[in-house]
């Protein structure tokens, strides 16, 4: 054991020590024939028992305020299925070995995880593959199988795009595939939203002219994670074909072969904006954030790009603004050059992630017999995957969630 103490300043000029503490305080458990490592202060924290774990809330009801972060073990009991250690503090807690191994520490372990658990791996692509990945769901299926509801949502973690085919022709029929992940997302659009040409609008998606890519909503500091498009009717003008880009795709292009214009649209904070008035009701929304978010370890995890909702207000430095609009430039040639077009049918609902996608819509016509007309709605991350996790446990019989 190692104890070293830190000097740290702070505002006032005082000095305070903190102790740390350097041991080996872990447990050796073996499991089906692997050495396994847990600490001990993480295996005390977690003990399943009653006292210190409520079985149906889920939630650990252990007092902290008493909790004592160099336990050790007294005594420990191995049988095949499970292990009972007495604490120094006179507690006993006994783990069941399949559920242990569901929260080793191994890297492979911690792997599988994050696969079943936490988040499917996203895999990228682009126009080239886009007919590959993209998968069909039938409307019926998706509500009367399980299978079906978790095919369709883990297909869309991961690709970041699916059809359902086969929807009743009703505005309300979204609503039912909606009812089977959680609610809707509202905004100041509603919970649902009519997407058709409108004169006088307060939104240049209501136009019937060419749409150019972009994200919905990235004014929204929580925004919509997973937009859903019920067509209705669709045009029969040459025109109304979707363009969709995958954005993940485009930003790891750029990292690999334009380092700088990436950073600079890691970097460079924009606001993002939306102002006027919807159902009666003024909305005047801001939210700066880069173009591409990413995460302590890098990865993008949200883009933000809408050039009809990008304020006009640059809130970096006069240096930054003509390499950002350089970078910006790039971001968006090499979007289109990489989008895929198609056109979707009466009956289909395009899904897909809204943080991830961008997507836009070459011009059209209406005429007095066929108004191209489609029932939007959104739906959050939070929601998709927390119904894609049950479904997982329930289909796959995870043992030890």
């Not at 795709?249 to 380092?259: G, I, R, S, W």
């Not at 240096?319 to 989008?339: D, I, M, T």
């Amino acid at each position: 054991m190692f104890i070293v103490k830190h000097l740290v300043r702070n505002r006032f000029n005082k000095i305070n020590i903190f102790p740390v503490r350097f041991l080996n305080d872990f447990l050796n458990v073996e499991i089906a024939g692997e050495s396994l490592k847990f600490p001990h202060v993480w295996l005390r924290d977690n003990c399943q028992c009653e006292h210190c774990f409520h079985s149906s809330a889920k939630s650990r009801i252990l007092d902290w305020s008493k909790f004592d972060l160099n336990i050790k073990p007294k005594q420990v009991l191995y049988n095949e299925k499970s292990v009972e250690i007495l604490w120094t503090d006179g507690h006993k807690s006994i783990y069941q070995l399949n559920w242990l191994k569901f929260r080793s520490f191994a890297r492979e372990n911690r792997r599988k995880y994050n696969e079943a658990i936490y988040r499917p791996a996203q895999i990228t692509w682009n126009n080239e593959t886009f007919n590959q990945i993209l998968k069909r769901f039938s409307y019926n299926e998706i509500l009367d199988s399980d299978k079906a509801l978790h095919d369709w949502l883990y297909n869309l973690s991961v690709y970041g795009v699916t059809l359902i085919q086969g929807t009743p022709n009703s505005e309300n029929a979204i609503d039912d595939i909606i009812a089977k992940v959680a609610f809707p997302k509202t905004t100041h659009y509603g919970a649902k939203f009519v997407v058709q040409s409108v004169p006088n609008t307060s939104n240049v998606a209501y136009l019937s002219g060419h749409l150019p890519l972009h994200l919905d909503l990235p004014y929204y500091e929580y925004c919509p994670g997973t937009t859903l498009l019920h067509c209705l009717v669709q045009t029969e003008s040459y025109g109304g074909q979707n363009l969709l880009s995958d954005s993940f795709f485009v930003a790891e292009y750029m990292k690999q072969h334009h380092p700088e214009h990436y950073k600079i649209l890691t970097e460079v904070e924009v606001e993002w904006s939306d102002i006027g008035v919807e159902h009666g009701n003024e909305f005047f929304k801001l939210y700066r954030a880069p173009v591409f978010c990413i995460d302590k370890h890098g990865e993008l995890f949200r883009v933000n790009f809408s050039i009809p909702q990008r304020g006009s207000y640059f809130p970096e430095p006069l240096e930054k603004v003509v390499p950002w609009y350089q970078a910006h430039g790039l971001f968006l040639k090499l979007s289109n050059e990489f989008s895929a077009s198609f056109k979707t049918n009466v009956g289909d609902i395009l899904v897909f992630n809204n943080t991830r996608m961008l997507h836009g819509r070459n011009a059209y016509e209406d005429n007095s017999n066929n108004v191209r007309r489609l029932i939007g709605a959104y739906v959050d991350w939070d929601e998709i995957y927390s119904r894609l996790r049950c479904l997982t446990v329930k289909l796959k019989n995870l043992d030890g969630v």
